[in-house]
């Protein structure tokens, strides 16, 4: 099981940044990766980026694309999420997540271990 400890949410203006972080800390399964989720008051959990610890491949949701980067640091097992021209529909709690991911690497099924979440509000 892997522990994550998740950082670097709160309120922003449009057009504003914030950068999250997720510390992972715990043993490590092949087809290892990390990725963000978030959740938005009344809807479902979606999928945002998604990073593959070994090769560094990274998988973005279309309407980040652009404006989110997914990045990782080995040494200090930290996946990081920074987020700019943020809009008032980014709003949401932000979940981290993690794992052996098997299948499909958008689907919150594949991943098995999961953050408390961190809040981002954008206002307009």
């Known amino acids: 099981q892997v522990q994550l400890v998740e950082s670097g949410g709160g309120l922003v203006q449009a057009g504003g940044s914030l950068r999250l972080s997720c510390a992972a800390s715990?043993?490590?399964?092949?087809?290892?990766?990390m990725g963000w989720f978030r959740q938005a008051p009344g809807k479902e959990r979606e999928f945002v980026a998604a990073?593959?610890?070994?090769?560094?491949?990274?998988f973005y949701t279309d309407s980040v694309k652009g404006r989110f980067t997914i990045s990782r640091d080995n040494a200090k097992n930290t996946v990081y999420l920074q987020m700019n021209n943020l809009k008032p529909e980014d709003t949401a709690v932000y979940y981290c997540?993690?794992?052996?991911?098997?299948?499909?690497?958008?689907?919150?099924?594949?991943?098995?271990?999961w953050g408390q979440g961190t809040q981002v509000t954008v206002s307009s």
């Open positions: 997540a993690a794992g052996g991911v098997i299948g499909s690497i958008y689907r919150s099924t594949n991943f098995g271990s």
């Open positions: 715990g043993r490590t399964y092949s087809n290892y990766a």
């Open positions: 990073i593959r610890w070994n090769s560094g491949s990274t």
